[in-house]
């Protein structure tokens, strides 16, 4: 028996492999063009057309095998080409199995904004027509006078969501989420009897057909392409005669190349993610002991989805919300459904959506805010006018626990996430309204009584801000109760930005980990990170020009002073003139480190030259906010890099006999307290960029990479280290090098290895976010909010925890075996040794 239960755990020898780990990464390539585009196809594609994208898919499979980013007007399809014209009068033509450019001609008569195009022939030459009399050769693209252009063929979408298939003498029309079919007489077209059609194709109840287009037609079948108002597109297949049968080939969702919002959730682990009471009867010692059993034989058990992953951690579901196709998508990140869609859910069409999950801050919490951003249950808010949805959900297989509707009196300029302990939704949240109102998410007795006892249960107040972006106005606010128990709020203090508005925002890691509250040097001294869980950073740009700004003025007078050449004693000319010509550009973007407790800005930084377009990004980390832009005067991209400190403790400053004066205490309503010192520096990027993210691990031990989406769709890796703003200028010392210093280098070097997305390309990559598993050396990164969406795993320190590549797992089977049988050979020579030395004794004592 304790042989055969060897051969079982020698089974469960398993690790993740050095290989495997950054490898299991996908991207999910859309159309790009959002639910509402335009049809047309070719007899082995489908071309669809939107506002800023062109897309070829295969009709086969609905692979996507090239995209092309355009404002097109129209567009037309011939057998090998597709021709494309934009606001600019811009005509070009396409290779349509590969995408390449044929030709392209400027057309002066076609800047219409009703201009169409289409193809004829004419004497077995090809020609492309343009609305106002324009001919050109579809082969060169030639201007011709000649042949005159027959009447456009009309749009292969119909309205009628009715489609007629000669051949098979069969009329199939959609409605609602059915389809019907008739015979048709081809002589007059008209109805004779109705057909009996089975078809596995259904809509969400929430969802409409937009458009029905007849693809194929022969005399036993005939395919069908159905577009829908949230951006579901599905090919059909429907055959036979008396009965017909409709069958879905492919279905692509359009609706995921515009995410506006996203998480990931844990789906590996259940411990943590209950109430208290089924916590603690889950952590018994009878209960554990039953889980590690079911955990070992689940892991035995032969199965396509590799068990590894759920012990790792690596399970995630990403919820990802699509503000133009009112619809929430819930994505596999790992196993072999990876990147495929695990369910969906309709919203309502509102003016926005926002995801709640966690809680505002944790009472406990050493370091950060640690959030409880481990829990599964998350409410969608959806607000149309004063009308509010919410739904609260499981968050991994989307299972709806309660919903409900209510009227709001003003906008909601706040949301404040909670998790209550009891009733039908455990994420709730607290909204501050635009009149000052509070209101509880789900609106009910048990929400509103669980809400009150969190923010009387906060010690130092519960704290929160509004904010708004175009008047750069901040305004923090306290919550408190009542006499009454009713919740009100009170303005604590308040921060304008005057002739600036606000174009970034960034905030600290809800649930990030700080191993170590301080940095040590090369010398054994210790800088102390100025950690602060209120802090946010804000970029803003500058409207208008006002002379009495006194941050502007103050800055650019200190930098006139600092930057004026001196001459040589003797050297002749005007001072006033020198000066005049050294004056540096006025400032037009600003970083502003503010304490959201006290709404004091307590950094402030400038640059010149910035340009909107692509626009700024920020991220806070730690006690470091990383931000971008665009030089417009230097034409190249710029990474701008502060960290944060509350002081230093030199080597011979905390030993066993001397100890620094140090408080635990911290107010952010002091300033003196709430005054960091910065460190800057700016380095130079060869791209721009228009995302920024941070790996995050289980216990922040492994060293941080800075991740850059860029401009022409590489996710770089930068480690942070090159981004330290203490790298000297001059010659590194000894004791540098013990910290890994880098000597300044202006521009940050792009290497192939710190490329996430290798060859491939994340196009206009909006949002990054990161999440940590349970192997410290991994990170697993999702970027969206362009026409891709983009996974992966990363080491950040790389794999120190993994297996190596050369690992010897037979022959680690072997000895672990080879120790077993010893084991149970000595067990046993034991036993027979103490059975005769007991016999012995035995006749010893007769």
């Given at each position: 028996?304790?042989?055969?239960?060897?051969?079982?755990?020698?089974?469960?020898?398993?690790?993740?492999?050095?290989?495997?780990?950054?490898?299991?990464?996908?991207?999910?390539?859309?159309?790009?063009?959002?639910?509402?585009?335009?049809?047309?196809?070719?007899?082995?594609?489908?071309?669809?057309?939107?506002?800023?994208?062109?897309?070829?898919?295969?009709?086969?499979?609905?692979?996507?095998?090239?995209?092309?980013?355009?404002?097109?007007?129209?567009?037309?399809?011939?057998?090998?080409?597709?021709?494309?014209?934009?606001?600019?009068?811009?005509?070009?033509?396409?290779?349509?199995?590969?995408?390449?450019?044929?030709?392209?001609?400027?057309?002066?008569?076609?800047?219409?904004?009703?201009?169409?195009?289409?193809?004829?022939?004419?004497?077995?030459?090809?020609?492309?027509?343009?609305?106002?009399?324009?001919?050109?050769?579809?082969?060169?693209?030639?201007?011709?006078?000649?042949?005159?252009?027959?009447?456009?063929?009309?749009?292969?979408?119909?309205?009628?969501?009715?489609?007629?298939?000669?051949?098979?003498?069969?009329?199939?029309?959609?409605?609602?989420?059915?389809?019907?079919?008739?015979?048709?007489?081809?002589?007059?077209?008209?109805?004779?009897?109705?057909?009996?059609?089975?078809?596995?194709?259904?809509?969400?109840?929430?969802?409409?057909?937009?458009?029905?287009?007849?693809?194929?037609?022969?005399?036993?079948?005939?395919?069908?392409?159905?577009?829908?108002?949230?951006?579901?597109?599905?090919?059909?297949?429907?055959?036979?005669?008396?009965?017909?049968?409709?069958?879905?080939?492919?279905?692509?969702?359009?609706?995921?190349?515009?995410?506006?919002?996203?998480?990931?959730?844990?789906?590996?682990?259940?411990?943590?993610?209950?109430?208290?009471?089924?916590?603690?009867?889950?952590?018994?010692?009878?209960?554990?002991?039953?889980?590690?059993?079911?955990?070992?034989?689940?892991?035995?058990?032969?199965?396509?989805?590799?068990?590894?992953?759920?012990?790792?951690?690596?399970?995630?579901?990403?919820?990802?919300?699509?503000?133009?196709?009112?619809?929430?998508?819930?994505?596999?990140?790992?196993?072999?459904?990876?990147?495929?869609?695990?369910?969906?859910?309709?919203?309502?069409?509102?003016?926005?959506?926002?995801?709640?999950?966690?809680?505002?801050?944790?009472?406990?919490?050493?370091?950060?805010?640690?959030?409880?951003?481990?829990?599964?249950?998350?409410?969608?808010?959806?607000?149309?006018?004063?009308?509010?949805?919410?739904?609260?959900?499981?968050?991994?297989?989307?299972?709806?626990?309660?919903?409900?509707?209510?009227?709001?009196?003003?906008?909601?300029?706040?949301?404040?996430?909670?998790?209550?302990?009891?009733?039908?939704?455990?994420?709730?949240?607290?909204?501050?309204?635009?009149?000052?109102?509070?209101?509880?998410?789900?609106?009910?007795?048990?929400?509103?009584?669980?809400?009150?006892?969190?923010?009387?249960?906060?010690?130092?107040?519960?704290?929160?801000?509004?904010?708004?972006?175009?008047?750069?106005?901040?305004?923090?606010?306290?919550?408190?109760?009542?006499?009454?128990?009713?919740?009100?709020?009170?303005?604590?203090?308040?921060?304008?930005?005057?002739?600036?508005?606000?174009?970034?925002?960034?905030?600290?890691?809800?649930?990030?980990?700080?191993?170590?509250?301080?940095?040590?040097?090369?010398?054994?001294?210790?800088?102390?990170?100025?950690?602060?869980?209120?802090?946010?950073?804000?970029?803003?740009?500058?409207?208008?020009?006002?002379?009495?700004?006194?941050?502007?003025?103050?800055?650019?007078?200190?930098?006139?002073?600092?930057?004026?050449?001196?001459?040589?004693?003797?050297?002749?000319?005007?001072?006033?003139?020198?000066?005049?010509?050294?004056v540096e550009d006025e400032p037009n973007l600003f970083v502003n480190i503010v304490d959201l407790v006290s709404g004091r800005v307590i950094y402030r930084a400038s640059h010149a030259n910035a340009d909107a377009d692509p626009a700024p990004t920020v991220l806070v980390s730690e006690n470091w906010v990383f931000y971008t832009f665009v030089n417009a005067?230097?034409?190249?991209?710029?990474?701008?890099?502060?960290?944060?400190?509350?002081?230093?403790?030199?080597?011979?400053?905390?030993?066993?006999?001397?100890?620094?004066?140090?408080?635990?205490?911290?107010?952010?309503?002091?300033?003196?307290?709430?005054?960091?010192?910065?460190?800057?520096?700016?380095?130079?990027?060869?791209?721009?960029?228009?995302?920024?993210?941070?790996?995050?691990?289980?216990?922040?031990?492994?060293?941080?990479?800075?991740?850059?989406?860029?401009?022409?769709?590489?996710?770089?890796?930068?480690?942070?280290?090159?981004?330290?703003?203490?790298?000297?200028?001059?010659?590194?010392?000894?004791?540098?090098?013990?910290?890994?210093?880098?000597?300044?280098?202006?521009?940050?070097?792009?290497?192939?290895?710190?490329?996430?997305?290798?060859?491939?390309?994340?196009?206009?990559?909006?949002?990054?976010?990161?999440?940590?598993?349970?192997?410290?050396?991994?990170?697993?990164?999702?970027?969206?909010?362009?026409?891709?969406?983009?996974?992966?795993?990363?080491?950040?320190?790389?794999?120190?925890?993994?297996?190596?590549?050369?690992?010897?797992?037979?022959?680690?089977?072997?000895?672990?075996?080879?120790?077993?049988?010893?084991?149970?050979?000595?067990?046993?020579?034991?036993?027979?040794?103490?059975?005769?030395?007991?016999?012995?004794?035995?006749?010893?004592?007769?």
């Amino acid at each position: 028996m304790r042989f055969f239960l060897s051969l079982l755990l020698l089974t469960a020898v398993q690790a993740l492999l050095e290989e495997d780990a950054g490898q299991l990464d996908f991207v999910v390539a859309t159309a790009g063009h959002g639910p509402e585009f335009h049809v047309a196809m070719s007899e082995t594609a489908l071309l669809t057309s939107g506002t800023d994208y062109l897309a070829c898919r295969n009709l086969q499979n609905g692979t996507l095998n090239w995209r092309r980013k355009m404002n097109t007007r129209d567009f037309c399809v011939s057998t090998t080409r597709v021709y494309t014209i934009d606001s600019l009068a811009n005509l070009r033509a396409w290779q349509i199995d590969t995408g390449a450019l044929v030709w392209e001609q400027v057309v002066e008569d076609a800047k219409d904004d009703n201009v169409s195009i289409w193809v004829f022939e004419k004497d077995s030459k090809e020609y492309v027509a343009i609305s106002g009399g324009v001919v050109l050769e579809a082969l060169t693209g030639k201007v011709v006078d000649s042949p005159r252009a027959s009447d456009k063929p009309k749009k292969g979408k119909s309205t009628e969501m009715n489609v007629l298939c000669p051949e098979m003498e069969t009329s199939v029309a959609l409605e609602s989420s059915s389809f019907t079919a008739w015979r048709v007489d081809n002589k007059n077209g008209k109805h004779k009897d109705a057909l009996n059609l089975t078809s596995d194709f259904h809509l969400s109840p929430k969802d409409e057909a937009t458009g029905l287009v007849l693809t194929s037609c022969s005399a036993d079948a005939m395919t069908v392409l159905v577009t829908t108002k949230r951006g579901t597109t599905s090919y059909i297949n429907i055959t036979g005669s008396k009965e017909l049968e409709a069958t879905t080939v492919w279905q692509q969702e359009e609706g995921l190349a515009q995410v506006t919002l996203g998480l990931m959730l844990d789906s590996s682990h259940y411990v943590g993610d209950v109430g208290e009471d089924m916590a603690d009867t889950l952590l018994q010692f009878p209960n554990r002991l039953q889980s590690q059993w079911k955990s070992i034989t689940e892991m035995l058990i032969p199965s396509a989805i590799d068990r590894r992953d759920h012990f790792f951690g690596f399970v995630k579901v990403a919820l990802l919300v699509s503000s133009s196709s009112n619809r929430l998508y819930a994505l596999d990140t790992s196993g072999p459904n990876r990147s495929k869609i695990r369910y969906q859910i309709d919203l309502p069409s509102a003016d926005w959506h926002r995801l709640v999950h966690g809680t505002a801050n944790a009472h406990k919490a050493t370091h950060g805010i640690n959030a409880g951003t481990h829990t599964r249950e998350v409410l969608v808010l959806s607000k149309s006018g004063n009308s509010l949805s919410w739904n609260c959900l499981e968050g991994t297989d989307g299972n709806i626990h309660s919903q409900g509707q209510l009227s709001i009196a003003s906008n909601v300029v706040q949301t404040i996430p909670l998790l209550t302990s009891g009733g039908s939704c455990r994420q709730s949240a607290v909204l501050v309204l635009e009149d000052g109102s509070l209101v509880t998410v789900p609106n009910n007795a048990e929400t509103e009584a669980s809400a009150l006892q969190q923010i009387n249960a906060s010690e130092n107040g519960f704290y929160t801000h509004v904010l708004e972006r175009e008047s750069a106005k901040l305004e923090a606010l306290v919550i408190s109760a009542t006499n009454d128990d009713k919740l009100e709020t009170q303005v604590v203090g308040s921060t304008a930005f005057a002739g600036e508005s606000i174009v970034a925002v960034a905030y600290p890691p809800r649930d990030e980990v700080i191993q170590s509250p301080c940095n040590v040097l090369g010398d054994d001294s210790l800088l102390l990170k100025y950690i602060n869980p209120h802090m946010a950073a804000f970029v803003t740009m500058s409207n208008v020009e006002l002379e009495e700004d006194k941050y502007a003025s103050a800055m650019k007078a200190s930098r006139t002073n600092n930057k004026q050449k001196r001459k040589p004693i003797g050297a002749g000319g005007s001072a006033t003139a020198d000066s005049k010509s050294l004056v540096e550009d006025e400032p037009n973007l600003f970083v502003n480190i503010v304490d959201l407790v006290s709404g004091r800005v307590i950094y402030r930084a400038s640059h010149a030259n910035a340009d909107a377009d692509p626009a700024p990004t920020v991220l806070v980390s730690e006690n470091w906010v990383f931000y971008t832009f665009v030089n417009a005067k230097t034409r190249r991209a710029e990474v701008g890099v502060l960290s944060l400190y509350e002081g230093m403790i030199d080597s011979k400053g905390l030993t066993a006999f001397t100890t620094p004066e140090q408080t635990s205490a911290f107010t952010s309503l002091d300033a003196r307290d709430s005054k960091p010192v910065v460190l800057a520096k700016t380095f130079g990027l060869t791209k721009p960029a228009t995302a920024l993210g941070i790996t995050t691990t289980r216990g922040g031990i492994s060293s941080r990479k800075l991740i850059i989406a860029s401009l022409e769709g590489q996710l770089l890796a930068v480690d942070r280290r090159l981004l330290e703003p203490r790298r000297p200028v001059g010659q590194v010392k000894d004791h540098e090098k013990k910290e890994g210093l880098q000597q300044y280098s202006e521009l940050i070097p792009v290497i192939s290895y710190m490329s996430l997305s290798y060859y491939q390309a994340i196009e206009s990559v909006k949002s990054i976010i990161t999440a940590p598993t349970d192997l410290e050396s991994q990170s697993l990164v999702l970027a969206f909010g362009g026409p891709d969406i983009f996974f992966a795993r990363t080491s950040p320190a790389k794999g120190f925890d993994l297996l190596p590549d050369s690992f010897n797992r037979v022959m680690l089977s072997i000895v672990v075996f080879g120790l077993l049988i010893v084991l149970l050979m000595v067990k046993v020579s034991i036993s027979i040794f103490a059975k005769s030395v007991g016999g012995g004794l035995a006749l010893t004592c007769r």
